[in-house]
């Protein structure tokens, strides 16, 4: 009844170019995640700017590791902060632009980091992936504002889509260009960064251009530091009120903690574990990018059939498939091999494997977004999820951590198996949520 009554008195949503403009911010922001994060520099830092000191690049795993667990904690302290600063002072579209050039500047900073920097390199991979990050919480909190609740699922897939496109048009030009991540091969793949950093700032132009701020100002003439610690002191107060977003918000806690860890370790994984070749490494981008976006579209359709929370679920159990895969990649090929006699390689394999993974990725992450919107009162989407955030880069941290440790100690190809075990607990802590209640009751806050 309240779902039905919020649908009479729905506001006024964006327009199709207002929706491709906020979507375009996916489609720009790729080319950090992937150029710096997953594919490129990730692999540059750990094998050439620290390299292997003997340990099998267990230092540089760690390093690397750490840089990006700093940064994500930085964002767990500051991210709810920022979102209730949004919502009071109607400033998505402000601190969205700040986080973007800050972005823009550390990552093209990446240039002048060569092998033997690793100091320069670890505090301009933390601001940068601390400025990225936040542009992530800022851009989604648009979200609940597009379109109905019934269309989230498709808008958030679309956004997504077209980041893995972005990503696509972004790294496919860089590997091809640019070259393999190797120390003779230095002096061009130095150039990742400036590159990143130039197609971030052009592509996101429409985003600026085209999306709205709709909020409405409240009085000035009160610190930020002030207004955010007294709404998030009050939204904390609230929470028990959202229970089910609370209860979401934990089990993403766990996904999340998997997905990081894929993301920052999945190329490193490739080069270190599976050894593979570079036209391999590159094949593996484009299926990866590919199926992601074909999971944040499929399952974005899906999600807005299903409900977020089933759909959610589902990319959760091709997750665990997937990593079990990633897991036994090479003795997959040499059973293979041994019990028929092929002469399969495991990098090959791993392109199948590559398949899972990318449509896990680009669903589990767009259904994760869409869910938070659904149970997110448009007065307060900034700070929601800016919690949202806060989850998930506190799930960066914990993953991350977790795994560049226990890597250290077992090595790469054991250590990745913690993301089957996060993967179910995310799954068993979600089945205590229910949509249409924490749905209901953003209607009811709102409406109160």
Request: charged residues 15%; aromatic residues 14%; hydrophobic residues 55%.
């Amino acid at each position: 009844m309240l779902l039905n009554d919020a649908a009479k008195a729905a506001p006024s949503y964006a327009s199709r170019r207002e929706i491709f403009g906020w979507a375009m911010f996916d489609f720009a922001n790729q080319a950090y995640t992937l150029l710096i994060i997953t594919v490129v520099f990730g692999e540059l830092f750990t094998t050439v700017i620290v390299g292997d000191r003997g340990d099998g690049f267990r230092l540089a795993n760690f390093l690397w590791s750490l840089a990006l667990a700093i940064s994500y904690l930085m964002v767990v302290i500051t991210a709810p902060l920022c979102g209730a600063v949004m919502d009071y002072r109607a400033e998505k579209k402000r601190f969205l632009l700040v986080s973007y050039l800050a972005t823009v500047a550390t990552t093209a900073m990446l240039y002048f980091v060569a092998p033997g920097y690793v100091v320069m390199g670890l505090i301009l991979i933390i601001i940068s992936n601390y400025a990225y990050s936040m542009g992530e919480s800022f851009i989604a909190a648009f979200l609940p504002e597009l379109g109905p609740p019934d269309k989230l699922g498709k808008i958030s897939g679309f956004g997504w889509s077209l980041g893995y496109i972005g990503g696509l048009f972004a790294a496919g030009f860089t590997l091809v260009a640019l070259g393999e991540a190797t120390e003779e091969n230095f002096e061009r793949i130095r150039w990742v960064g400036p590159f990143a950093a130039g197609f971030f700032l052009i592509t996101a132009i429409p985003t600026f251009l085209w999306l709205k701020e709709r909020g409405t100002p409240q009085p000035t003439g009160v610190a930020y530091w002030r207004i955010a610690r007294q709404r998030v002191q009050s939204t904390m107060h609230e929470l028990r009120y959202f229970r089910d977003l609370t209860v979401f918000l934990i089990s993403l806690l766990f996904s999340m903690a998997g997905v990081y860890i894929i993301i920052a370790f999945a190329f490193i994984y490739g080069a270190q574990v599976i050894g593979w070749d570079e036209s391999v490494r590159n094949i593996m981008f484009i299926i990866v990018q590919v199926t992601a976006a074909a999971g944040a579209l499929g399952f974005g359709w899906l999600q807005d059939r299903l409900g977020a929370k089933r759909t959610y679920q589902m990319t959760l159990a091709l997750w665990v498939v997937a990593i079990i895969a990633i897991w036994a990649t090479p003795e997959i090929a040499a059973l293979a091999n041994t019990r028929f006699g092929w002469q399969w390689q495991a990098q090959h394999v791993f392109l199948v494997v590559g398949c899972l993974a990318g449509l896990s990725l680009g669903s589990s992450q767009s259904a994760s977004r869409a869910l938070v919107g659904l149970f997110s009162p448009l007065e307060k989407s900034a700070e929601f999820f800016g919690f949202w955030g806060l989850a998930n880069k506190l799930a960066g941290v914990l993953g991350i951590v977790m795994l560049g440790v226990l890597q250290a100690m077992i090595g790469l190809q054991a250590s990745i198996l913690l993301c089957v075990g996060l993967f179910v607990i995310a799954m068993l802590i979600c089945a205590n949520v229910n949509e249409r209640r924490g749905r209901e009751a953003a209607i009811v806050w709102k409406n109160a």
